[in-house]
T-cell receptor, first 115, second 115 residues
Framework: DVKVTQSSRYLVKRTGEKVFLECVQDMDHENMFWYRQDPGLGLRLIYFSYDVKMKEKGDIPEGYSVSREKKERFSLILESASTNQTSMYLC??????????????FGSGTRLTVV | AQTVTQSQPEMSVQEAETVTLSCTYDTSESDYYLFWYKQPPSRQMILVIRQEAYKQQNATENRFSVNFQKAAKSFSLKISDSQLGDAAMYFCAYRSNFGNEKLTFGTGTRLTIIP
């Protein structure tokens, strides 16, 4: 069963900590994405990557960075966590191009609480 | 930039009845994809149905069908014979067929099924 795996389902961190959220996919997908989900705001794109070592800013990149050293792994980094980064974080992957526009495959999310 | 609007934060329907969830979008492009995703309490986002803008025929997947009105930029989801397992958050999403492959999501509609 193909999947996207996020390393933590729940995470509690302190303000100012450096936080790493890990995402691994086993489908050989080129594209990987990080979204945050907040009530009333839907899903908002933080960063995405369409190849190893490539990254592009999404709609809300401030306070975040990403790393993609291997095709299957895409990490989201909160350099100095703040309470306004308390949220649900969703990772997703997809194939490149219109050959298979089946949308994304999502992980099951990491609920991060910053205290 | 494209935007997706879901004007119904919450909807409810009696089991076995039919319900329609609304979605409108704004774009200047002519070639794109539209999606409906379901997010049950397990948090796993699941693709329900997709529509390619150049296809006039409305997409159908079992009990799920869409009413795609390209000129009106409307993309509603109809769920027939509603079942308890349909209870979830439903997100409408847009993807351009040009450039990068990010999805733009609406704010979601929470669907409750009344037994």
């Amino acid at each position: 069963d193909v999947k996207v795996t996020q390393s933590s389902r729940y995470l509690v961190k302190r303000t100012g900590e450096k936080v790493f959220l890990e995402c691994v996919q086993d489908m050989d997908h080129e594209n990987m994405f990080w979204y945050r989900q907040d009530p009333g705001l839907g899903l908002r794109l933080i960063y995405f990557s369409y190849d190893v070592k490539m990254k592009e800013k999404g709609d809300i990149p401030e306070g975040y960075s990403v790393s993609r050293e291997k095709k299957e792994r895409f990490s989201l980094i909160l350099e100095s966590a703040s309470t306004n980064q308390t949220s649900m974080y969703l990772c997703a992957s997809s194939l490149w191009g219109q050959a298979s526009p089946g949308g994304y495959t999502f992980g099951s999310g990491t609920r991060l609480t910053v205290v | 930039a494209q935007t997706v609007t879901q004007s119904q934060p919450e909807m409810s329907v009696q089991e076995a009845e039919t319900v329609t969830l609304s979605c409108t979008y704004d774009t200047s492009e002519s070639d794109y994809y539209l999606f409906w995703y379901k997010q049950p309490p397990s948090r796993q986002m699941i693709l329900v149905i997709r529509q390619e803008a150049y296809k006039q025929q409305n997409a159908t997947e079992n009990r799920f069908s869409v009413n795609f009105q390209k000129a009106a930029k409307s993309f509603s989801l109809k769920i027939s014979d509603s079942q308890l397992g349909d209870a979830a958050m439903y997100f409408c999403a847009y993807r351009s067929n040009f450039g990068n492959e990010k999805l733009t999501f609406g704010t979601g509609t929470r669907l409750t099924i009344i037994p």
